[in-house]
Nanobody, 124 residues
């Protein structure tokens, strides 16, 4: 089993920045891919960014390209999501996810492990 704990959410004005963290513990050697998803009120969970734990390759949804950066710290078993130029439409609960297989996957049901979520609110 792998446990994921997110942190770093909060309230920020439009144009501001936040950095989310996701610390993994447990059987982390089984993790090959990690990702961030988000879910706004009344909407489905949406893929945001993915990272390959093996080679560091990344993938983003178009609406965050150039504004968000996913990265990792192998020594800390932690993945980050640096969010810049935040917009009110970025408001959502952000979830960290992990999977024991290769591939920069955008489909939530293909991830085995999930964190509890952290709220990000962007005011206009």
């Amino acid at each position: 089993q792998v446990q994921l704990v997110e942190s770093g959410g909060g309230l920020v004005q439009a144009g501001g920045s936040l950095r989310l963290s996701c610390a993994a513990s447990g059987r982390t050697v089984s993790v090959y891919g990690m990702a961030w998803f988000r879910q706004a009120p009344g909407k489905e969970r949406e893929f945001v960014a993915a990272l390959s734990w093996t080679d560091g390759s990344t993938r983003y949804i178009d609406s965050v390209k150039g504004r968000f950066t996913i990265s990792r710290d192998n020594a800390k078993n932690t993945v980050y999501l640096q969010m810049n130029s935040l917009k009110p439409e970025d408001t959502a609960v952000f979830y960290c996810a992990a999977r024991p297989k290769l591939g920069l996957v955008t489909v939530s049901r293909l991830y085995d492990y999930w964190g509890q979520g952290t709220q990000v609110t962007v005011s206009s």
